[in-house]
T-cell receptor
C-alpha cells in the first residue's frame, strides 16, 4: 500500500523567500515520487519526478526536491519565491502494480500563497 | 510537445443522466488512466487500462462507471446514471515508457 502526507494545507511566503513544501510517503515497494502544480481551473503540470536515479531532483521553474529514504520524505523547495508560484501543489507516489500499470496516489495538496 | 486532449472542458448534466467523457491519449502510449478531483479535494485514481482491458480500479469505480477504447484513439469514461456526488474534475492520463505520464487538462462535470 502507498500513501503520501503533505504537511500544511496552506503555506504563505514572502516574495523572494524560501519555499518549502513538505511531503512524506509510505510505500511497500520502491517508490517513484512526483510533484505537480495546479493553477486555478487548470490541469496538473509535472514539476519534477524521482525515479530512483539521483536523490536530488531538479524540476521546472527553479524547483527541486530531495528524496530521503531514511526520513521517507520528498520535500519540495525553491530558493526564492515568485508571485507566479502561487498555486496548489500536489505530491504523489507511484509504484508498479502487478498489472504493470503505475497508478498515482496523491496527497491532499498544499496551497502556496506568495505575499508581495 | 504531445498532449492528452479531453473533451468537453465542461459538461453540465441532470442527475440520472448518462455522460461520456472523452480523451485522446498520446498516440504511442500504451497505458491509460482516469482520475477525478472533487472540488477542493485531492486527485483520486479511478481506473487504469491496458491492452483493451481494465488493469486496476479503485473503490470509487463502481458499476456505474465504465471505460473503453472504441476506435484505437479515443479513451472514454462513461457514467451511466450520474449522481450529485459525481460532480468533479475528471482527468485522463496516458503513459508511454516508464512513468512518462501526461495528464489532460480535465473535464469539469457538474451534475444538477
Amino acid at each position: 500500500a502507498q500513501s503520501v502526507t503533505q504537511l500544511g494545507s496552506h503555506v504563505s511566503v514572502s516574495e523572494g523567500a524560501l519555499v518549502l513544501l513538505r511531503c512524506n510517503y509510505s510505500s511497500s515497494v520502491p517508490p517513484y515520487l512526483f510533484w505537480y502544480v495546479q493553477y486555478p481551473n487548470q490541469g496538473l503540470q509535472l514539476l519534477l519526478k524521482y525515479t530512483s536515479a539521483a536523490t536530488l531532483v531538479k524540476g521546472i521553474n527553479g524547483f527541486e526536491a530531495e528524496f530521503k529514504k531514511s526520513e521517507t520524505s520528498f520535500h519540495l523547495t525553491k530558493p526564492s519565491a515568485h508571485m507566479s508560484d502561487a498555486a496548489e501543489y500536489f505530491c504523489a507516489v507511484s509504484g508498479r502494480a502487478s498489472s504493470g500499470t503505475y497508478k498515482y496516489i496523491f496527497g491532499t495538496g498544499t496551497r502556496l500563497k506568495v505575499l508581495a | 510537445e504531445p498532449e492528452v486532449t479531453q473533451t468537453p472542458s465542461h459538461q453540465v448534466t441532470q442527475m440520472g443522466q448518462e455522460v461520456i467523457l472523452r480523451c485522446v491519449p498520446i498516440s504511442n502510449h500504451l497505458y491509460f488512466y482516469w482520475y477525478r478531483q472533487i472540488l477542493g479535494q485531492k486527485v483520486e485514481f479511478l481506473v487504469s487500462f491496458y491492452n483493451n482491458e481494465i488493469s486496476e480500479k479503485s473503490e470509487i469505480f463502481d458499476d456505474q462507471f465504465s471505460v473503453e477504447r472504441p476506435d484505437g484513439s479515443n479513451f472514454t469514461l462513461k457514467i451511466r446514471s450520474t449522481k450529485l456526488e459525481d460532480s468533479a474534475m475528471y482527468f485522463c492520463a496516458s503513459e508511454g515508457v516508464l512513468l512518462s505520464y501526461t495528464f489532460g487538462s480535465g473535464t469539469r462535470l457538474t451534475v444538477v
